[in-house]
């Protein structure tokens, strides 16, 4: 599963090329989508003809006024949180952020047993995201004392708020366990009312109930050492596509070259 909205329409196609180039299992990748139309999903099919494709379209969808994105994220990150919705002939999905490049075969992703965990992900490696005491005390300074007051509280009782957290861009998901406990109903709010975003949805929701997987899989170059990454992982503002150079960014313009060969 992917999510994009019209500013990574040119960026997507690298990531699809990526997954391509390093395996050999059949591909059915459900794409989420803002601003895009019929041409997109028609370039997209005629370009990648081996995956099978299944198009969502969230113009519609609102998550009103107080939601609050990073400055390098867009509002098309939120719309995963419905796949449990979406998806429900799947126990299972692995969901791919776009600021990626995958170098090795993600089908061992998708082979991990998550047993009762509701995801399998990389731990946050950043201290300020080390538990969820500091996002959710920065997002509700943004209120009146009283709202804040009992947002938290009633996040302390919901939420282990001291348990780990895991970075939300390469996730293998438990859509099995999210249905049967009604994830998307019972965690929108967080985003509507609360200020959160989606990884932050996720962190509170897992109470520590998660699958760690190696950085290799989610290697951000900034943060992270390992000497063969099998998914790069630009996360925060610097991206590959940008003119600035980034770590890796050979690695990103090599696959954009085999995707214009393409066209």
């Not at 939120?78 to 692995?94: A, G, I, Q, W």
């Not at 989606?198 to 699958?211: G, H, K, P, T, W």
């Not at 290697?219 to 590959?240: E, L, M």
Request: overall charge negative; hydrophobic content about 40%; some cysteine.
């Amino acid at each position: 599963a992917l999510a994009l909205d019209q500013n990574l329409e040119d960026m997507i196609p690298v990531v699809l090329q990526s997954l391509v180039d390093h395996t050999k299992r059949e591909i059915n990748a459900h794409v989420m989508t803002r601003g895009l139309g019929a041409a997109f999903r028609e370039r997209m099919g005629k370009l990648f003809p081996e995956i099978n494709f299944t198009f969502y379209n969230f113009d519609e969808v609102n998550y009103g006024e107080d939601i609050a994105l990073l400055s390098h994220i867009s509002v098309s990150t939120m719309d995963r949180l419905f796949l449990p919705e979406m998806l429900k002939n799947l126990d299972k999905v692995l969901y791919l952020d776009i600021d990626i490049l995958i170098q090795g075969d993600v089908g061992e992703l998708y082979d991990l047993n998550l047993g009762d965990n509701v995801f399998a992900g990389k731990r946050t490696r950043l201290k300020t995201w080390a538990n969820m005491i500091r996002p959710i005390t920065r997002a509700t300074l943004h209120f009146a004392p009283e709202k804040a007051w009992d947002i938290r509280k009633r996040l302390h009782d919901k939420a282990d708020l001291t348990s780990r957290t895991f970075n939300a861009g390469i996730l293998v998901l438990n859509l099995e366990l999210m249905r049967a406990e009604n994830f998307t109903a019972e965690h929108m709010y967080l985003v509507e009312q609360c200020r959160m975003n989606d990884q932050d949805v996720f962190n509170i929701y897992s109470r520590d109930r998660v699958l760690e997987i190696d950085s290799e899989w989610n290697h951000v170059p900034s943060q992270d050492f390992n000497a063969s990454p099998k998914i790069i992982h630009w996360a925060g503002p610097a991206k590959p596509w940008k003119p600035e150079y980034v770590l890796l960014k050979g690695r990103f313009e090599a696959t954009k070259a085999k995707v214009e060969s393409r066209l």
